[in-house]
């Protein structure tokens, strides 16, 4: 991996190979018919910043102090913007047994049951995440609602508030933390009543249903990551290879489909770093990060574990990892350092300086890593390390995989594996692991083209970003 140094050397980092995968939730009702009217510019420039449409993708480059980078992107990306935020607050239509009482697309209903649900989420975002962000990011955040309303875009006929691109930020945050509730009794009862509280048509009597079906819940298991390096590439080159996986109510394609921004970043200290992320956003979320300390970085999320109040939310643990990390050492202390423990995942990364690359695993409390000059690792949202996972798996969830399990042996059901105490390979696992060892010696950009290409690697994917030493 090269220092990063003109916009051509920049886009050729992140090979990007889109991938098409079949909409199959039936919970896309409500998105199918939902026609955004999208403002986009395939070319805009304003300071040192500037954008252009390549391929589907939005590549962006903005640098600066914090407030004058924020301006940028919120100036260059005004409009997919103002779209981010809509699709966030439609989502509420594809809440089980909520969405059928919010309305139909186009109606006044539909139009406010969104507004308040994103009311809801952005008062409970900014006393839950606003305070942890640095003073840096925050001004980078209020950067870029200024940039948005310089272009006079809206919002629900009001103008973006830095409050709203705060939201947008931790909204994957936030739906892990209110989907995982520790602290009340009957919290998905009290979630019911606050949301009945702006849809009051639904009735009382759908209380259990919801409750019953929000526990019952298939979890989010998003992204499958593949990285080698030595005697397992073709030169000794480190190769590093993430993909969005999507599928249930609150993260369909429909959302994951906007995270087609390639957003190249100059900040005045630390380095300068490159994610692919969604419009508004200061950090990749998806995750996939590389700067030009040769340092490459991705993620793929858990089931969600432990988690506590105090600590510093992911996006501002990972963005830190990606702007003033310059070590393999450096990212793991970001990404663990004081972390609320939201999104515990498994991430893989790589030094192209030295060749090493690691296989990190975080829960709250705990993590484990693995290291190497040669070989390669994978993952799939699936820890290896029995302390981790016994973090993360309260006994309601192992409950839930001795259930999976018995579906498992009678119908031959995939989902069980992530909820054993006991590391236990789940059908993409044992394909990277195939794979990783067919191609061993071999591996290169296209080869891992192929693996990220392959079933069922591939199901669900919405894309692919890859980039080795060279690039």
Known sequence: MVVMINTKTIISILLVV???????TATLTHEQQDKTTLKTENALTIGKGSRYNIQGLIYVHIEGTPYER???HGYLLSGEIIDMITRWSNIIHNMPVIGSFTGTPGSAKYYKTSEKWWEFCKT?????????????????IKGIAD????????IFERKVTYEDILTLNEMYEFMSRLLAPHKSIHPFRSLFYSIKSFVPDIPDNEEKTFVTTMLQQPPAHHCSGFIATGNA????????????????????????????VILDVTPGNGNRFIISTSPGYIWSDEDYYQNEKGIAFIETTCPQGLWRDKGLPLAVRARNAAQYGDSIDDVIYYLTHNSDGIMNAVWLIGDAKTGEIARLET?????????????????????????????EL??????????????????KTEGYQYYTREYRP?????????????????????VVKKIMSTHPIVDMSSDCKITDSYL
């Not at 000059?373 to 799939?380: I, R, T, V």
């Not at 309260?394 to 042996?409: E, M, W």
């Open 18 to 24: 889109l991938i098409t995968a079949p909409v199959t």
């Open 426 to 446: 789940s059908n993409r696992d044992i394909k990277f692991e195939e794979l990783g060892k067919e191609y061993y010696g071999r591996i290169d950009t296209e």
């Open 70 to 72: 924020g301006f940028q």
């Open 363 to 391: 829960g709250l409390y705990v993590y484990s890593v693995q290291r190497t000059f040669n070989g390669f690792y994978w993952s799939a949202n699936n820890p290896m390390d029995i302390r981790v996972r016994s973090e």
């Open 233 to 260: 590439t073709t030169h000794g080159q480190m190769v590093i290879s993430d993909s969005v996986w999507f599928g249930n109510w609150w993260f369909s394609y429909y959302i994951a489909q906007r995270w087609n």
């Open 124 to 140: 409970r975002a900014m006393k839950i995440y606003w305070n942890d962000y640095p003073p840096e990011y925050q001004q980078e």
């Open 394 to 411: 309260r006994l309601a969830s192992i409950y839930k995989g001795r259930v999976y399990q018995l579906l498992h042996l009678l119908l």
């Open 147 to 154: 940039g948005v309303n310089a272009k006079d875009e809206t």
